[in-house]
């Protein structure tokens, strides 16, 4: 079946940068966009970019550009999110949710991870 | 890109409808019909219910609806079941391949 496996929970310090991973299973990794959202908490889900695992495209909200970066490595299908220069309303749950099929028309996100909480305090 | 605004919470009855709103702009909810809807429980990553503005993915209950008008989206839950209390968000796409998602809903069942 389809599946998102997020590695585990992290505790950073501010200032420092933090890098999750998403792999995936289930479908063929290339043929699908893969979104980034967070959620603080107790707060509402928060879009933060995608990328494109065929070309590597990447497209951020305007709120994380310059500080998030979205990677991939197809060879074992998993995309990595990193954000740096961490601060204390960074701590939140991070998700990756699989998105539309590149090249169709339709915009949704279906398939969800896990969630990876990080945690950013001194 | 600002979220699309949701009221804060809703109840009813078992059996009874509830609708939540999912109010947006001309530049993302009113402009596209690529609204989605998520329900998430505590601690539990969203689900997909609802997707281009009224399609259900397959094993979604048919209770649940989604509609549009203008600049508001909507989701129904007709028939309120125990099991249908969770938090439920909207998202749109809004134009150059970015997403936003609304502010949540809380949904009681009394």
């Known amino acids: 079946q389809v599946q998102l496996v997020q590695s585990g929970a992290e505790v950073k310090p501010p200032g420092a940068s933090v890098k999750v991973s998403c792999k995936a299973s289930?479908?063929?990794?290339?043929?699908?966009?893969m979104h980034w959202v967070r959620q603080a908490p107790g707060q509402g889900l928060e879009w933060m970019g995608w990328?494109?695992?065929?070309?590597?495209?990447?497209n951020y909200a305007q709120k994380f550009q310059g500080r998030v970066t979205l990677a991939r490595d197809t060879s074992i299908s998993t995309v990595y999110m990193e954000v740096s220069r961490l601060r204390s309303d960074d701590t939140a749950v991070y998700y990756c949710?699989?998105?539309?099929?590149?090249?169709?028309?339709?915009?949704?996100?279906?398939?969800w991870g896990q969630g990876t909480m990080v945690t950013v305090s001194s | 890109q600002s979220a699309l605004t949701q009221p804060r919470s809703v109840s009813g009855s078992p059996g009874q409808s509830v609708t939540i709103s999912c109010t947006g702009t001309?530049?993302?909810?009113?402009?596209?019909?690529?609204v989605s809807w998520y329900q998430q429980y505590p601690g539990k990553a969203p689900k997909l219910i609802i997707y281009?503005?009224?399609e259900r993915p397959s094993g979604v209950p048919d209770r649940f609806s989604g509609s549009k008008s203008g600049n508001t989206a909507s989701l129904t839950i007709s028939g309120l079941q125990a099991e249908d209390e969770a938090d439920y968000y909207c998202?749109?796409?809004?134009?150059?391949?970015?997403?936003?998602f609304g502010t949540g809903t809380k949904v009681t069942v009394l």
């Open positions: 949710a699989r998105g539309s099929l590149i090249g169709d028309s339709g915009w949704s996100i279906d398939i």
């Open positions: 289930g479908y063929i990794f290339t043929d699908y966009y």
């Open positions: 990328i494109n695992p065929n070309s590597d495209a990447t």
């Open positions: 001309s530049s993302d909810v009113g402009d596209y019909n690529y």
């Open positions: 281009d503005v009224t």
């Open positions: 998202c749109s796409y809004a134009g150059t391949y970015t997403s936003v």
